[in-house]
């Protein structure tokens, strides 16, 4: 278990992480760790088919090489959530939670005793399948498991303080394509309706000391995030990256490629 994720978000450093979906596979996960930078791998349950088998293989490659990994989800019921854990999972990022009574729920389903009541198994990669014994599995799981809850809706940032507050919650993450939606500004990113959103989270997250992290649409908006105390960056998604090198090799054999 990498186990670092949780405690580097404590950190001023902000933390850099890759998102795998639609292409997710152990040796993207390699090539991640090989070329360097990155703290952590995410996967994309919520937009992208991926099964839990692929999940497991990820995050088993994630373990090999030293690199954290979470999980992206739509938490529709228990099982969405303690899954991904059983399987290795560094933790969990809740997609399109709205309410702080939904977060409650997401808490108890990600955590055991005293924080929650996730069902105690202990046979799965987060357990050494069943060589942990029980109290040393709990406090384990308890202390390393990382939560994340997504802000990507006008109605969760008005909740963000009492979403930020909630013992468990280790950081909020923004989804501004979403968000920029619910605003009623899809895409602009620089509109100052969707700037005043991101400075509420920020301000909730300081306040509570919880970090806070989004996928930043431009390096510029990256740099602003961060002086508002931004710590988590997700910087590359696996879909973009292959859209960038097909652009780049066809640039460099333009000659031959009809236009």
């Not at 293989?57 to 979470?70: K, P």
């Not at 709205?98 to 357990?127: C, H, K, M, Q």
């Not at 202390?143 to 507050?165: G, K, N, Y």
């Not at 997700?234 to 236009?259: M, N, P, Q």
Request: proline share 4%; hydrophobic share 45%.
């Amino acid at each position: 278990m990498a186990g670092n994720l949780k405690q580097k978000l404590r950190s001023h450093a902000p933390i850099v992480v890759y998102g795998l979906g639609q292409f997710i596979s152990p040796k993207w996960v390699e090539l991640i760790a090989l070329t360097g930078g990155y703290d952590a791998v995410w996967f994309d349950q919520e937009h992208a088919g991926v099964s839990q088998h692929q999940i497991e293989s990820a995050a088993l490659a994630a373990r090999g090489f030293g690199l954290d990994c979470f999980v992206r989800l739509a938490p529709v019921d228990y099982a969405s959530v303690m899954r991904p854990l059983e399987t290795g999972a560094g933790g969990i990022m809740a997609a399109q939670v709205r309410t702080s009574a939904e977060v409650e729920r997401i808490v108890r389903w990600t955590y055991f005793y005293p924080l929650g009541e996730r069902g105690l198994n202990g046979l799965g990669a987060d357990g050494r399948y069943g060589s942990m014994p029980v109290a040393e599995y709990i406090a384990q799981a308890n202390s390393a498991t990382m939560l994340a809850i997504q802000i990507e809706h006008v109605q969760a940032v008005q909740e963000a303080d009492a979403i930020a507050r909630q013992e468990g919650v280790d950081m909020l993450f923004i989804g501004p394509a979403d968000l920029s939606q619910s605003l009623g500004i899809p895409g602009q990113w620089d509109h100052p309706h969707l700037w005043a959103a991101i400075e509420r989270v920020a301000q909730a997250a300081e306040r509570h000391r919880k970090a806070w992290g989004i996928v930043p649409a431009s390096p510029a908006m990256a740099r602003r995030c961060t002086a508002l105390g931004c710590r988590c960056l997700s910087i590359g998604f696996d879909c973009w990256t292959l859209h960038a090198g097909l652009r780049v090799t066809k640039e460099e054999y333009a000659d031959f490629f009809r236009r």
